[in-house]
């Protein structure tokens, strides 16, 4: 039997570089869409371009879109790509709406036109919920979002389930809660943390400065999320879920950890900025993933402990050449 197929729209981020090495190790051929830029973005993924196809396309554009498609005849399109930077969504609305959700809007037309076969992988997030009707937060909790991301997302959400209903499309969407790694961008508050507590342990940094020590968050391991997005393309039927750990922790919680790993205690670095704090935040999203347990028999490996650990020995190894000390 042929090897199956898979695209994945920003294959270069955190999660389409864990999803490429998951299905390779499942037999896939994976093709990797990326943005034409002058910079060389492949950091994540060098270790795996020997054994992936890298192709251009924009999804601002839909002609490219449909080409790739077309050209590269997937069995599964997972759609990782965004502006997921939520703090950068309030300087750049517009274009946070056109790549977030006008974008899954191209890559649904190009799949009804090019094979209704295809099936269609949505990366929804928790920041869609917001303002909490109520935790924890299911499949059906109401959207409230509080950012222009959280707003694009939800019409991502919302045209998937549309193109479903509209058009028999196999289109299902992960409702992912925040998930991280060793590989998660600088400008993200997980990775800040690790990457100061590295530098302060190094002789680096001195000062940590962070925003809202009070906002709490569901944080689980990027590696394990990128499973379920696989899982859910192998039911019989498209539907929508929440992958969570159920846990939830505060940044401060984070911090403590994370300069605990490396015996020093986080009072005296950390810095409160009000510079760093959101117009208007979310304050307490935790996710209930009991339906991606029970019908994909989905579940996280790693503890959050773990990740924090994981993080912050990583900037470790990764700073100390350069370190003074």
Avoid at 158 to 183: D, K
Avoid at 221 to 250: C, E, N
Wanted: proline residues 4%.
């Amino acid at each position: 039997m042929a090897a199956r197929t898979a695209l994945i729209t920003g294959i270069t981020g955190q999660d389409g570089s864990y999803l490429a090495e998951f299905l390779l190790s499942k037999g896939y051929r994976v093709v990797g869409m990326t943005r034409r830029s002058s910079t060389d973005v492949h950091d994540r993924i060098r270790t795996l371009l020997d054994r992936i196809e890298i192709v251009s396309g924009d999804l601002l554009d839909q002609s490219s879109m449909t080409s790739i498609i077309a050209e590269s005849k997937p069995d599964e399109v997972y759609n990782l790509a965004a502006q997921s930077f939520v703090p950068a969504s309030w300087s750049q609305p517009v274009l946070t709406g056109e790549f977030t959700a006008l974008g899954v809007t191209r890559i649904l037309e190009a799949i009804r036109h090019v094979n209704t076969k295809i099936k269609f992988y949505q990366a929804s997030s928790s920041e869609m919920f917001g303002k909490v009707a109520e935790v924890p937060q299911t499949e059906t909790t109401p959207f409230y979002p509080r950012s222009p991301y959280g707003v694009a997302k939800v019409y991502g959400h919302w045209i998937t389930v549309n193109y479903r209903e509209s058009y028999n499309l196999f289109a299902a969407s992960g409702i992912c809660f925040n998930h991280e790694a060793p590989r998660r961008g600088l400008e993200f508050v997980t990775r800040k943390i690790s990457d100061g507590v590295a530098r302060i342990k190094l002789g680096m940094l001195e000062k940590l400065h962070l925003g809202n020590l009070e906002a709490a968050r569901d944080w689980g391991f990027a590696g394990d999320y990128v499973k379920a997005m696989w899982m859910m393309l192998q039911q019989p039927s498209a539907d929508d879920y929440v992958i969570a750990t159920g846990r939830t922790h505060k940044v401060r919680d984070f911090c403590k950890l994370a300069f605990d790993v490396v015996g020093l205690s986080w009072e005296d670095h950390v810095v409160v900025d009000p510079r760093f704090y959101r117009p208007a935040e979310v304050d307490h999203l935790v996710g209930d993933a009991s339906k991606a347990r029970r019908v994909l028999g989905w579940q996280p490996e790693t503890s959050f402990e773990e990740l924090v650990e994981m993080m912050v020995r990583a900037d470790l190894e990764r700073l100390r050449p350069f370190a003074l000390v």
